[in-house]
């Protein structure tokens, strides 16, 4: 068992935490490649780098800033992860989910997250945005192999509703509501770092997937085991299925997810708004 997947780790990480800002937190937003203006819109009351929280692994990829913000949103207390950790950077599937894990212990009961995703609808569009129903995840390492951290969570969870139907219909409306065009799909998880082949692309396709990525799913996965209620929005920052051959980079991938930042910022922002407690 690695440090990892030791209660007694997340907890000092937690216990770090908790020190840096005063009272509770109860939602969590995961911020992807390119998307970190989200923070822009709080209130910030601490930054915590993640060097410096003890057992938390550190962001290695350009677009991940590295580290803890919590702020208020009108009020409402939010802790956002500013970058993430992925299976491709060498990380195990316990290190990814370290910080959901830890916001757990936090006390953090809804988790929004948001990704840079490639498009495998063929009516999707760069910079579209699509709200996560479902998700296949067989492609990546299931975070909770080895011992059950009962502490956390049941050793067989329901994977039925992974993503929030509820906070789905209130973002529908949300996203109406602004003039806003969101689409719904499913989102296969896969290891990276390397992009599709058209092959896999195809088959991706076929097996029922409107978008593809590097995260995401081992996240939702542990987030569901510690009981959290879920909400995923992937920005469309490339179309896989295409007739030309034109090549894929991560500044690419950077730039698309920029420039959407702001609409799905709204999203988030309305939200979480929508659920004041």
């Known amino acids: 068992m690695t440090i990892h997947q030791d209660f007694n780790a997340i907890q000092g990480a937690a216990a770090f935490i908790q020190q ?14 390119g ?46 992860l ?25 006390g953090v009961k809804q988790l929004y997250i948001s990704n840079a995703a ?7 569009k760069v910079g579209d945005l699509m709200i996560i129903h479902d998700h296949i995840s067989f492609s ?28 789905i219909g209130k973002a529908m409306t949300i996203a109406a509501r602004l003039g806003i065009h969101v689409h719904q799909g499913v989102y296969f998880g896969v290891t990276g770092p390397s992009y599709e082949t058209h092959a896999e692309y195809r088959m991706i396709q076929l097996v029922g997937a409107h978008a593809v990525g590097m995260s995401t799913t081992q996240e939702v996965i542990a987030a569901i085991h510690c009981g959290m209620e879920v909400f995923a929005m992937s920005v469309i920052t490339d179309i ?25 910022t709204r999203v ?3 939200l979480i708004l929508s659920e004041r407690n």
């Open 35 to 80: 998307l970190g203006a989200f923070t822009d819109g709080l209130e910030i009351e601490c930054e915590i780098p993640y060097s410096s929280i003890p057992h938390f692994p550190v962001s290695t990829v350009e677009g991940h800033i590295g580290k803890i913000v919590v702020g208020s949103l009108d009020g409402i207390r939010v802790l956002v």
């Open 82 to 106: 500013s970058g993430r950790f992925h299976y491709y950077e060498g990380y195990s599937a316990s290190e990814v989910v370290f910080p959901i894990r830890v916001a757990s212990v936090l």
């Open 268 to 270: 988030f922002q309305e």
């Open 140 to 167: 990546t390492i299931n975070p909770l192999l080895g011992k059950n951290l009962d502490e956390l969570g049941t050793r067989f969870p329901d994977m039925s509703e992974p993503y929030s139907k509820r906070l």
């Open 240 to 264: 896989g299925i295409r007739e030309e051959e034109n090549q894929i980079s991560h500044e690419d991938v950077l730039e698309a997810a920029q420039a959407s930042a702001p609409i799905l």
């Open 20 to 33: 840096q800002f005063k009272g509770a937190v109860d939602k969590a937003v995961v911020l992807g490649s």
């Open 118 to 124: 490639g498009g495998v609808n063929t009516s999707f």
